[in-house]
């Protein structure tokens, strides 16, 4: 998900349910857009998934990097969740877009994480 297009980099609940809903397929929440962070997570918890979902963030235009906020969200979020950005975080998967086999180490780090669970 371009992280770039937030419009509220701290509170991006709207923007991630969008993008799900609209990009993704997944179905619309019966309980209204989720506002908060909180209400994202507890939609993606009631998703009844059949495949294991996976999150990739990035920022396509003009990289501000992710904010606290948002990455301690992140954190606590209960997904096969990645970030692609020159910013290294201490508990989520971080991968530079500079590198150069960047699409084989990220499906790499999720052959091992899908095996794991």
Same mark, same amino acid.
């Given at each position: ?8 980099? %701290? ?23 989720? *506002? ?11 998703? %009844? ?62 052959? *091992? ?5």
């Amino acid at each position: 998900m371009d992280g770039s297009k937030f419009d509220n980099r %701290d509170r991006p609940a709207t923007d991630i349910y969008l993008q799900l809903v609209k990009k993704h397929h997944c179905p619309k929440s019966t309980e209204g857009t989720p *506002r908060t962070l909180t209400e994202l997570k507890i939609y993606w918890e009631l998703l %009844d998934w059949e495949k294991h979902p996976i999150l990739i963030f990035y920022e396509e235009a003009k990289p501000q990097g992710f904010s606290q906020t948002f990455l301690d969200f992140l954190d606590r979020f209960d997904a096969t969740i990645c970030l692609i950005t020159d910013s290294p975080h201490p508990t989520i998967p971080t991968f530079s877009p500079q590198d150069p086999h960047l699409i084989q180490t990220i499906i790499t780090w999720l052959q *091992r994480t899908i095996l794991e669970t």
